[in-house]
């Protein structure tokens, strides 16, 4: 199993990135998929995440209004825009996926698969 993260980069201020992330190994196609970000010296926070059959969504407050979060038809990725993009939002993201629910959850310890993370750096 094997999640695969990528669109990361280096962006003005106000700026947008798309990342995707790219399930293989098994279906995901029932099950919740979050992505998560950690900035240097802090801890991994919820960024958002949607539910198994992609009608729900969940968005960290700081985020709300300038992220959105879908699935492609396939439902085997799982896309993150990133829009009006500010330096705090400089951090490495991280997508993951759950095993066996498609309720999607802010808590990383729900998370069963994890990818390897894309760096997103935001300049002032």
């Known amino acids: 199993v094997q999640l695969q993260a990528s669109g990361g980069g280096l962006v003005q201020a106000g700026g947008s990135l798309r990342l995707s992330c790219v399930a293989s190994?098994?279906?995901?196609?029932?099950?919740?998929m979050g992505w998560f970000r950690q900035a240097p010296g802090r801890e991994r926070a919820f960024v958002s995440a949607i539910g198994g059959a992609g009608d729900y969504r969940v968005f960290a407050d700081s985020v709300k209004g300038r992220f959105t979060i879908s699935r492609d038809n396939a439902r085997t990725a799982v896309l993150l825009q990133m829009n009006s993009l500010k330096p705090e939002d400089t951090a490495v993201y991280y997508c993951?996926?759950?095993?066996?629910?498609?309720?999607?959850?802010?808590?990383?310890?729900?998370?069963?698969?994890w990818g390897q993370g894309t760096l997103v750096t935001v300049s002032s």
């Open positions: 993951a996926a759950r095993k066996l629910t498609a309720f999607p959850s802010r808590n990383t310890y729900e998370y069963d698969y």
């Open positions: 190994g098994r279906t995901f196609s029932s099950s919740a």
